[in-house]
């Protein structure tokens, strides 16, 4: 718990010094007290009241105060946000490196269904919105927790050529921006960012799946410079294998105009195999940058098993709600409570 105005705290000085003055008063009582032969007498004719009827209500009282005295500060709560006030965006690679078959049947295959998994596996009221990249990016669905939305799209991508992973983030802080007032869109001017881990991300995270390294449009780290600005975390995910391998699509994974024929071979010499190399330098400096994190996954499974457990590895998001409101309604409950105790047990 944290208080927006911790100086209000020197209101609780009231307390002390009411029992100060209590005990002052009460000191005084007895010096001028009038001596009396017998006690009994008194005991006798004084109403019978035992010594935690007399104490319960300065305690209560007591206890009203301090509760309203740290009213007075504003105390906060840290509380995790809800999971469907938040949204992720998975940013998928459909470059045409994605054909590579060193992950069988080929790379997209096997990120389709680990995206599918990936969906299914999630709450429901989890927002997720997709992003496709090649040589350019795009938002193909907005966050939404419509499951068969999002299975979909993931049925439909199509492999093209390119790399734009600095677009792709750029694409991500937009589709946030469209549902969160929080988050400015990129081209507007921000000042400077304050450094990760310093609390002041934002529930909403950016996931990038790819395979390659960036090769047009805007440097990824350029583009996590944006993200970071915002508050948004960036995960990114390295896909594949170093092994040469040739790079084989269907038909129903390329896009129309790009350029291959069914059953597309690419690659120089060696038989039209080459070795498509993961940019882990790029994509670490983007997460440690962004207060996300880097993961490796060399074959189907691992990819499985980054995109499932990825919710949990996810920093937990919270927020501070005041509860000045309830310390308010507790002081007032004590001290009201205090109060009527001592006049009824008072008055008998």
């Known amino acids: 718990m944290s208080l927006a105005w911790p100086w209000a705290l020197a209101a609780l000085i009231v307390v002390p010094l009411l029992l100060l003055v209590r005990w002052w008063l009460n000191r005084r009582r007895r010096k001028v007290a009038v001596r009396v032969s017998s006690i009994a007498l008194i005991r006798a004719a004084l109403p019978g009241r035992s010594r935690w009827q007399r104490r319960i209500p300065a305690a209560l009282f007591g206890l009203g105060l301090l509760a309203l005295g740290t009213a007075m500060a504003r105390p906060q709560a840290s509380l995790a946000v809800p999971q469907d006030s938040t949204a992720i965006l998975l940013a998928m690679d459909v470059s045409q490196s994605m054909c590579s078959t060193d992950v069988p049947p080929n790379r997209l295959a096997a990120a389709k269904d680990a995206a599918r998994e990936f969906v299914l596996a999630q709450d429901d009221g989890t927002r997720i919105g997709l992003v496709a990249f090649s040589g350019i990016s795009g938002l193909l669905v907005e966050p939404t927790d419509d499951k068969q939305a999002l299975l979909d799209a993931i049925d439909n991508l199509r492999t093209s050529r390119g790399t734009a992973i600095g677009q792709a983030i750029l694409t991500s802080i937009d589709a946030i921006a469209e549902i969160n007032p929080a988050v400015p869109p990129t081209g507007v001017e921000l000042g400077a960012p304050d450094s990760p881990g310093s609390g002041t991300y934002i529930a909403d995270t950016i996931v990038v799946l790819t395979d390659g390294a960036n090769t047009q449009g805007v440097d990824p780290v350029t583009a996590a410079q944006e993200a970071k600005a915002r508050g948004l975390r960036v995960y990114t995910i390295g896909f594949g294998t170093t092994d040469p391998a040739p790079l084989i699509c269907s038909a129903d994974q390329m896009a129309p105009g790009s350029g291959a024929r069914p059953e597309w071979r690419g690659g120089g010499g060696g038989g039209g195999r080459r070795a498509q190399l993961i940019d882990e330098d790029t994509l670490g400096e983007v997460a440690e940058l962004t207060g996300g994190e880097y993961f490796r996954a060399q074959d189907a499974k691992q990819l499985v098993d980054v995109l499932t457990d ?39």
Do not use: C, H, I
């Open 310 to 348: 990825l919710p949990s590895t996810m920093v937990v998001q919270k927020e501070d709600v005041e509860m000045t409101v309830w310390f308010v309604l507790a002081g007032a409950l004590l001290a009201g409570t205090g109060v009527g105790l001592s006049l009824r047990w008072n008055r008998s």
